[in-house]
């Protein structure tokens, strides 16, 4: 894809946009922009910050103080489009005190059509809405408002790209770096393909460059982003496999860990598993969602693995590497799931052994294949399901992570521990959160720590 970092400060539209934002905002110009939902679209709100920016904006914690609100909207369960509306609703009566105020409403939710028809009708009150893949269009969009438009709005996919130039990160030592977008895998319960359209990777060149300064200004931990990452590069002329950036970036120099969310089993070949046992600074953890462990659901899931497949890369990870971290995401309640199949999950889950598992109910998305099926599980069936998984979980991780004692952890130091005063927490390579007593001066360093103690969810240990 063509990249073009484009120039917004200099631009025209830029300077008309940044005459009408002093014209119309109170002292200042604040912002408020608030991410729902996954990492990537966390990253397109740091980079929808560095465009405000751009553009004449400083920002705010508080949406009371703010001339301009971006929602940037997650879809992928009804209860994150609920969230969405819920906030619209509790925004009205600013918004309705304050009528200069600008809401922008963006992000997955604002990528289905339906959202455009719900915001006319129930939400009129919101005045800019665009779509994942139209971040470009935003200085336009603002500009349409102040000359007038009642809702501007642009759905459509632009080539268009950011890279990092204009990105204002929250940390000064993780960071995400997006390597794609989009998905081609139509899972029949899922939405994402719907509001993010095709696979599209960001050429290996950039990325790399991107990596580079992000290393030279200090940052300690790289996350690779995409919701398929091990298919990066399929629709690249010549582009490298995701195995080959990872092996190119792991030769970056200095002292830093890479790390990526998220694989798909039926691309997790022998190749991406070396790749990641033998490159020194990719993290010793895959998180790679499941869904679960019935064959028959996976293939009604549209999956293209079974739970056997999946046991071998497991298996392969560990005969190489004992102990090796998984984590994955499980759903519970799929159309028509039986006792027996709901079972086969908590069986994988068993013989697994994830570190870490993230659990969800399966959400009814209209548009998708899953929402044709029939369903003659009940919710309350569908709760207790997940009760008994979450117990299992429980005792596996709490099991799991005894297997930690007495070694010596280096750890990525990431903030305050709530323990208490004098706690600090961070995350080992194998992605554990490691809780320890330290300075604050800490924070964004590697430290070793000797773990003495585990949990179901984290260790605990002492400063080496
Ligand atoms: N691309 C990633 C996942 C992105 S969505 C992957 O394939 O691994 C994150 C998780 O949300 C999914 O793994 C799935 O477990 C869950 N999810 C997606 N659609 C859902 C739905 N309709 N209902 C409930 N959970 C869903
Ligand atoms: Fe959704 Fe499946 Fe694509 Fe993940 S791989 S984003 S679950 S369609
Ligand atoms: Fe949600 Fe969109 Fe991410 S639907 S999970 S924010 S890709």
Redesign the pocket.
């Known amino acids: 894809m063509n990249i073009k970092a484009w120039d917004i400060k200099e631009s025209e539209l830029a300077q008309q946009v940044r005459k009408y934002v002093k014209m119309y905002s109170r002292k200042g110009a604040f912002a408020y922009v608030h991410?729902?939902?996954?990492?990537?679209?966390v990253s397109d709100g740091e980079k929808i910050k560095g465009i405000l920016s751009a553009l004449g904006f400083k920002f705010t914690e508080d949406y009371a103080k703010a001339d301009l609100i971006f929602l940037n909207?997650?879809?992928?369960r009804e209860s994150?489009e609920d969230t969405v509306y819920g906030t619209l609703g509790n925004m009205k009566k600013y918004k309705m005190e304050n009528p200069g105020v600008i809401l922008a409403l963006c992000?997955?939710?604002a990528s289905e059509p339906k959202t455009i028809e719900k915001i006319r009708e129930h939400y009129y009150f919101v005045d800019i809405l665009f779509g994942?893949s139209a971040l470009s269009q935003l200085p336009r969009l603002m500009l349409e408002h102040y000359e007038g438009k009642k809702l501007a709005y642009d759905i459509k996919e632009y080539k268009e790209e950011f890279g990092a130039d204009y990105q204002i990160r929250e940390s000064s030592f993780k960071a995400s770096v997006p390597i794609m977008f989009g998905c081609n895998n139509f899972c029949t319960y899922c939405?994402?393909p719907y509001?993010?359209g095709r696979e599209r990777s960001r050429s290996a060149d950039v990325i790399i460059r991107e990596v580079e300064e992000l290393v030279a200004n200090g940052y300690k931990e790289i996350m690779l982003l995409g919701?398929n990452v091990n298919s990066y590069g399929n629709d690249l002329p010549d582009g490298m496999s995701f195995s080959q950036l990872l092996r190119r970036l792991n030769e970056i120099e200095g002292d830093f860990w890479i790390r990526f969310m998220s694989s798909h089993p039926k691309d997790a070949g022998t190749d991406l598993l070396d790749t990641i046992l033998e490159c020194d600074k990719v993290g010793k953890h895959l998180h790679l969602p499941v869904q679960c462990g019935s064959n028959s659901v996976l293939k009604r899931m549209n999956r293209h693995y079974t739970a056997e497949s999946y046991l071998e890369i497991v298996n392969y990870l560990r005969e190489r590497s004992a102990g090796f971290a998984l984590s994955s995401d499980i759903m519970v309640g799929f159309p028509n799931e039986t006792e027996k199949e709901f079972e086969d999950t908590l069986k994988l889950v068993e013989q697994v052994k994830f570190d870490n598992i993230f659990t969800f109910i399966y959400s009814k998305r209209n548009g998708t294949a899953a929402a044709k099926m029939n369903d003659a599980t009940t919710d309350t069936e569908k709760r207790v399901r997940m009760d008994r998984l979450l117990k299992l979980q429980r005792e596996v991780a709490a099991e799991n992570y005894k297997r930690f004692i007495g070694k010596t952890v280096h750890v990525l130091v990431e903030g305050e521990s709530k323990q208490g005063a004098g706690w600090l927490f961070g995350k080992s390579s194998a992605y554990t959160i490691v809780e320890f007593r330290g300075d604050r001066s800490l924070i964004g360093t590697f430290a070793d720590v000797k773990i003495t103690d585990a949990r179901n969810w984290a260790v605990s240990g002492e400063l080496v």
Do not use: D, H, K
């Open positions: 991410s729902f939902g996954c990492q990537l679209n909207t997650c879809a992928v994150a992000g997955c939710m994942t939405i994402v509001v993010r919701q």
